[in-house]
């Protein structure tokens, strides 16, 4: 993102840098869960959308992404949730991917920390076996809506996490 080939598209920002422009599609997935979760059990969510946040700034003082999430992190400290959910769809965010669940659980280490879209459906063994991922306590295996109720409706997340055949 700090660093664009000159073929990528490009956005200058107030502080006279170019920048790729990041995707801006909607956060369907987080989006349809948290509406889905709402509609059945009293709870809080806050959805950080990283291509909203980085298009709104004037200037990106961050050398790497995981500095960027660690910033929006610290920001939401106000905030101690119970689980904190990380989502990604495309592979070149792979990267990406792992440094918000490693952010997560450094800023949160309290906080059960699960991830989901189509990078830990198709990845998961290299994320665990691979790469010995520990930052993430599950990974949701396909459509989340379902798996991400039932692990908040459960009186033992973790022992649900375990034999539930929708997390990893």
């Not at 790729?20 to 959805?47: C, H, Q």
């Not at 989502?87 to 989901?116: Q, Y």
């Not at 989340?144 to 997390?167: R, T």
Request: hydrophobic fraction near 40%; charged fraction near 20%; aromatic fraction near 14%.
């Amino acid at each position: 993102f700090t660093k664009p080939e000159y073929y990528n598209v490009q956005l200058t920002k107030a502080d006279g840098k170019a920048y790729n422009i990041p995707r801006t599609d909607l956060p369907l997935g987080p989006l349809s869960i948290s509406a889905y979760l709402k509609k059945f059990v009293d709870v809080e969510v806050k959805l950080i959308d990283f291509n909203a946040e980085v298009n709104a700034l004037d200037a990106v003082p961050f050398d790497n992404f995981e500095a960027l999430c660690r910033h929006f992190f610290m920001q939401a400290q106000d905030f101690m949730p119970d689980f904190v959910g990380v989502s990604s769809l495309f592979s070149p965010s792979f990267p990406n991917f792992m440094d918000c669940g490693r952010m997560a659980k450094e800023v949160w280490p309290d906080s059960l920390v699960v991830g989901g879209g189509n990078i830990p459906t198709n990845s998961y063994e290299q994320i665990y076996r691979d790469m010995g991922c520990t930052f993430f306590d599950a990974l949701c295996f396909g459509e989340g809506e379902k798996p991400m109720l039932h692990l908040l409706q459960a009186d033992d997340a973790e022992a649900y996490l375990a034999a539930s055949d929708s997390w990893i």
